[in-house]
């Protein structure tokens, strides 16, 4: 979409806006798990977890949205169709770059259960 702009400025822009989104992002979900440490009554932590997971998705979805504004990908993913968030799946990376982890969201939104990174 924006690829009137000069590279650099393309890749100044897209890497403010995810430090932007992180950091933004990242306030309110530590101090919301820090209230879930400090209130671990079963009905306040499945309310708290779903606004975590609300949180990590408004991220993820941010994230996306940035990529296909600032890069031209033709996405080729296969098997998509037979997925589901209602299953587990082992999702392995081999970390050839930090892109790894931003493709792996964005292709697997909503199709799989949050991915987990540890």
Do not use: E
Not at 24 to 48: A, C, D, E
């Amino acid at each position: 979409m924006f690829s009137f702009l000069p590279s650099p400025l393309k890749g100044a822009v897209s890497f403010l806006i995810y430090l932007i989104n992180t950091i933004l992002l990242t306030v309110p979900l530590i101090l919301i798990s820090l209230l879930k440490f400090i209130l671990p009554f079963q009905p306040v932590v499945v309310i708290l977890d779903r606004i975590l997971m609300g949180i990590a998705g408004l991220w993820i979805y941010i994230n996306s949205v940035n990529t296909d504004l600032f890069c031209k990908i033709d996405w080729d993913v296969r098997g998509l169709d037979k997925l589901t968030p209602r299953q587990w799946y082992l999702v392995l990376s081999n970390h050839q770059s930090w892109v790894d982890i931003l493709v792996l969201q964005k292709t697997l939104r909503k199709k799989v259960p949050m991915l987990k990174f540890f």
